[in-house]
């Protein structure tokens, strides 16, 4: 919005666009400062608004994506395989299986999920593919009976996942590792609504981070 035709005499500079903000003199900067800043950035306040909640909109329909094969070129049409989100029986875990095009795609949608730290990114992904029934079953090696994230074909996926997200993207398989090793132990926790008092707490930094979204 172009104040300069409402600023009054008083003020010794016109305001110029906000595209020149770096350029704007002592008094100009002044005069955005205390009295135009609200009327002149609420146009671009309504913007981001907006695209907030386009990313929202995408971030609430992940959990109700269907990877069909015949997406692939190279899928029969008569073999057609569904998978919806998140994944809630050992039957669709265990037979859980897609083609590398797909798994990107699946990795890309699951990266809006991301956080500013490794550890909310992580568990965030890990909850929009594994229902808390699930989860519960499974743990990082497959030990005492339960299924092994590290060897499923999520693994790879929820890896890529991770990195994709921005403030994640330099992260190691061991960051993500102890992130999902985290996650599965709380499982039981997040199911029955308790929280376990010998669960490891975030460090300062993390919670200061997460606080902070």
């Avoid at 035709?5 to 016109?14: E, I």
């Avoid at 003199?25 to 009295?35: D, G, I, P, S, V």
């Avoid at 995408?58 to 269907?66: D, E, F, Q």
């Avoid at 102890?178 to 308790?194: M, Q």
Wanted: hydrophobic content about 40%; glycine content about 2%; charged content about 30%.
């Amino acid at each position: 919005m172009n104040c300069r035709k409402f600023v009054p005499s008083d003020f010794a500079r016109k305001l110029r666009p906000l595209k020149h903000v770096r350029m704007m003199k002592a008094t100009e900067f002044r005069l955005f400062l205390f009295y135009t800043k609200k009327i002149q950035i609420k146009k671009i306040h309504s913007e981001l608004m907006k695209m907030n909640e386009k990313i929202n909109l995408i971030n609430a329909n992940i959990c109700s994506i269907k990877f069909n094969a015949q997406q692939c070129n190279y899928a029969d049409p008569d073999d057609e395989i569904e998978f919806d989100l998140p994944i809630s029986t050992e039957e669709d875990f265990r037979k859980f299986s897609l083609p590398k095009l797909q798994q990107r795609q699946m990795a890309l949608m699951l990266s809006l999920k991301g956080k500013s730290i490794v550890r909310p990114t992580t568990s965030s992904i890990l909850a929009a593919v594994f229902s808390k029934d699930l989860a519960v079953k499974i743990n990082n090696a497959g030990l005492n009976g339960k299924l092994s994230f590290i060897k499923s074909a999520f693994w790879p996926i929820v890896k890529k996942a991770v990195r994709l997200n921005r403030p994640t993207q330099n992260c190691t398989d061991a960051d993500i590792e102890d992130a999902a090793r985290r996650f599965f132990k709380s499982a039981k926790e997040r199911l029955t609504g308790r929280r376990n008092v010998n669960a490891i707490e975030p460090t300062f930094e993390e919670s200061l981070l997460s606080s902070s979204e």
